[in-house]
């Protein structure tokens, strides 16, 4: 089973930056993919951005140009440098990972962009 602790949320006004954080822990295997996905209020949950363990990555379209994901494998950690934050990004940010089926999520973290 895999932990996933998120960090890095918090309250910016448009055209700011942020930066999340996701450490994992637990029992990883080399291959995996780890990502964000965010909800907003009254919203499905929409998928934002992966990386797998060959650095492979993938964005939605209306995050691309803006957001940056990174993995630091070392630290089974996933990074999401958010920028150009706009007020439709408000969301609850979750962090996945993904391997051999099996999908863990974290707690979420809230980002909140004022205009």
């Known amino acids: 089973q895999v932990q996933l602790v998120e960090s890095g949320g918090g309250l910016v006004q448009a055209g700011g930056s942020l930066r999340l954080s996701c450490a994992a822990s637990g029992t990883i295997f080399s291959i995996n993919v780890m990502g964000w996905y965010r909800q907003a209020p009254g919203k499905e949950r929409e998928f934002v951005a992966t990386s797998n363990n060959v650095g492979s990555t993938k964005y939605a379209d209306s995050v691309k140009g803006r957001f940056t994901i990174s993995r630091d494998h070392a630290l089974n950690t996933v990074y999401l440098q958010m920028n150009s934050l706009k007020p439709e990004d408000t969301a609850v940010y979750y962090c996945?990972?993904?391997?051999?089926?099996?999908?863990?999520w974290g707690q979420g973290t809230q980002v909140t962009v004022s205009s």
């Open positions: 996945n990972h993904l391997q051999t089926g099996r999908s863990s």
